[in-house]
């Protein structure tokens, strides 16, 4: 069985994409698939959960600040611990990591691509539970927190009391290993 973590801003790409590869999977090569669109998360999910591929879409990230100082730490730790292929038109603004597929490419070019990179390396023992490093509720959190949501407002829209939110926040900046509230804001020196 093989972990794929999927990274996109477009739901629909996420979705559409792991119902692709679950229809895959069927006929023969086992997925264990999450998706994404946070770049703090990702990386964080990278290093826990350690898939042995992630297929991303970076470019809507690269020229959002609040999301793109995470980028070069991603790669980092994807070329560390995974595989990678990226799905984009023109090259990253950083370092290139993996391997490089147009967005336009056809899913029979996606698929043989996948392969390739997961037969060069080990499987996982599907026995082997793998728990999410953030609950639902904590990433809907990050989710509308990265969007500049005020904690009312995030309390309203998930229908819970304010300080819970302060709660689901705390809780986030700990398992992601963030010093203070500000910091998944703050562009870092790449």
Same mark, same amino acid.
């Given at each position: =069985? ?8 477009? @739901?629909?790409?996420? !979705? ?5 590869? %679950?229809? %895959? ?19 964080? %999910? ?6 042995? !591929? ?29 595989? !990678? *292929? ?13 391997? =490089?597929?147009? /967005? ?14 997961? @037969? ?13 490093? !953030?609950?639902?509720?904590?990433? /809907?959190?990050?989710? =509308?927190? =990265?969007?500049? @949501? ?18 689901? /926040?705390?809780?986030?900046? *700990? /398992? ?6 500000? @910091?998944?804001? *703050?562009?870092?020196?790449?």
């Amino acid at each position: =069985m093989y972990k794929i973590l999927i990274i996109d801003r477009c @739901s629909f790409s996420r !979705l559409g994409l792991e119902a692709w590869l %679950h229809e %895959h999977s069927a006929r023969g090569t086992a997925y264990l698939i999450t998706h994404l669109n946070s770049l703090l998360l990702a990386k964080a %999910h990278v290093e826990s959960w350690q898939p042995h !591929l992630v297929i991303a879409d970076f470019s809507s990230f690269q020229h959002d600040l609040q999301q793109a100082h995470v980028l070069p730490a991603l790669l980092a730790v994807c070329e560390q611990r995974t595989r !990678l *292929i990226r799905l984009e038109d023109e090259a990253l603004l950083f370092k290139n990591v993996g391997e =490089m597929l147009a /967005k336009t490419a056809s899913l029979a070019a996606i698929n043989h691509l996948i392969v390739d990179v997961l @037969s060069d390396g080990p499987r996982v023992n599907p026995a082997r539970v793998v728990t999410p490093l !953030l609950t639902r509720q904590e990433e /809907k959190v990050l989710s =509308m927190w =990265m969007a500049g @949501s005020s904690n009312q407002s995030i309390a309203r829209s998930m229908q819970i009391n304010a300080k819970t939110v302060y709660t689901y /926040k705390r809780n986030i900046r *700990i /398992k992601l290993k963030v010093e203070n509230r500000f @910091s998944p804001f *703050i562009p870092t020196a790449a």
